[in-house]
């Protein structure tokens, strides 16, 4: 495996393959390492035996062989993963099912039809509870308004997500990659528009035959921001963290 922007490993236990895709993509495009299990005994191997300084476990309450309540139970009675933190998640929301989850152990428990916007939002806090937790760029999920120039063609479009180094921009004509442009956006508490010039570094485009957990769009890279502009990213990325 090649390092992710989050130095984080990231263990899926999901039985729904469709589901386990969405969260693969979802989360490896956010620069996580990202590993699946089929099940709930599996999910307990991996996590013992497979995969060194594992960050996090997201874990499906339903699952055939080993439920949920199952895999925590062990996970927390081995000294080697009990300090894992482990996130559920489950089509069939109960609060008595929240509370004994976390009574065994489990960080939180997530409603399967949330977006899965939130779910990357709940991971970030989970993974990075502090500033000082923070490292090569986080991202959070933000819609905003962008305004880019391609040339001398004007564009707008709305970002998936933005971090210190970049804005992912949701477009269905996704241009090539290495393309340069210039863009321009608010962030939500207001202030002057960031401005800044940027290069694609990489491209969704729409796959009617594949699960996506990313829109189709463009991720820029900044090439030439001002530092106040960072700062204010930076201090707006903090906020959503911690």
């Known amino acids: 495996m090649s390092a992710n922007a989050f130095n984080c490993r990231i263990l899926v236990a999901e039985d729904s393959k469709f589901y ?17 299990a089929a099940d709930g005994l ?10 060194a300084d594992l960050s996090l476990v ?19 009675a081995d000294p080697a993963t009990a300090k894992i933190p482990v996130l559920a998640v489950t089509a069939n929301y109960r609060e008595p099912d929240a509370l004994e989850l976390r009574r065994l152990g489990a ?7 949330l977006p899965l916007e939130e779910i990357l939002f709940r991971i970030n806090r989970i993974l990075y509870p502090d500033k000082e937790a923070i490292r090569v760029n986080p991202r959070v999920v933000e819609n905003l308004l962008v305004r880019y120039q391609i040339d001398e063609s004007l564009f707008t479009g709305y970002s998936f997500n933005i971090s210190t180094g970049g804005v992912f ?15 321009s956006f608010n962030l939500p508490r207001g202030g002057k528009p960031i ?7 990489w491209r969704s485009e729409y796959r009617p035959d594949a699960p996506m957990a990313y829109p189709p769009g463009i991720g820029v890279k900044f ?20």
Do not use: W
């Open 20 to 36: 386990a895709g969405l969260l693969r993509e979802m989360l490896s495009a956010a620069g996580y390492e990202v590993h699946l």
């Open 42 to 51: 599996e999910c307990v191997r991996m996590a013992k035996e497979d995969i």
């Open 58 to 76: 997201v874990l499906d309450v339903i699952m055939p062989g080993l439920d949920g309540f199952g895999v925590l139970r062990a996970l927390k």
């Open 107 to 113: 960080t939180g428990l997530l409603n399967k039809h």
């Open 169 to 183: 921009i949701r477009t269905v004509y996704p241009p090539p990659e290495n393309t340069r442009l210039e863009l």
């Open 195 to 201: 401005r800044t010039a940027g290069t694609v570094v």
């Open 223 to 242: 090439t030439a921001i001002d530092q106040q502009d960072r700062r204010a990213i930076t201090d707006h990325i903090l906020s959503r963290l911690t």
